[in-house]
């Protein structure tokens, strides 16, 4: 079983830093963490949930959506099994409630999601 737990959000201005965390618990992901890819994803007010970063299960690859390319950075410890989300120079349009992530290599959609954390980037 895997648990996620997201923490970090908050209230910042535009251009400001924030650092997003996401741990992960379980029996499954604490033995077997190299074998899940893990991602963020973002819900803004009245729009779809989307695509924002991955780390793959050999954490040497990412990916990230176009709109944060360039300001954010995820990353993972294999010690602890956290996840980061650094986001910089952030904008009002990346207001949204984050969402950690989990899938097992191999499969194709994400089985385990965690709660969702709050971030406001306010103009």
């Known amino acids: 079983q895997v648990q996620l737990v997201e923490s970090g959000g908050g209230l910042v201005q535009a251009g400001d830093s924030l650092r997003i965390s996401c741990a992960a618990t379980?029996?499954?992901?604490?033995?077997?963490?190299?074998?899940?890819?893990m991602a963020w994803f973002r819900q803004a007010p009245g729009k779809e949930r989307e695509f924002v970063a991955a780390?793959?299960?050999?954490?040497?690859?990412?990916h990230y959506a176009d709109s944060v390319k360039g300001r954010f950075t995820i990353s993972r410890d294999f010690r602890t099994n956290t996840v980061y989300l650094q986001m910089n120079n952030l904008k009002p349009e990346d207001t949204a409630v984050y969402y950690c992530?989990?899938?097992?290599?191999?499969?194709?959609?994400?089985?385990?999601w965690g709660q969702g954390t709050q971030a406001t980037v306010s103009s």
């Open positions: 780390i793959y299960a050999n954490a040497q690859s990412t």
């Open positions: 379980g029996r499954t992901i604490r033995n077997y963490s190299s074998l899940f890819t």
């Open positions: 992530a989990a899938k097992q290599r191999g499969e194709t959609e994400y089985a385990y």
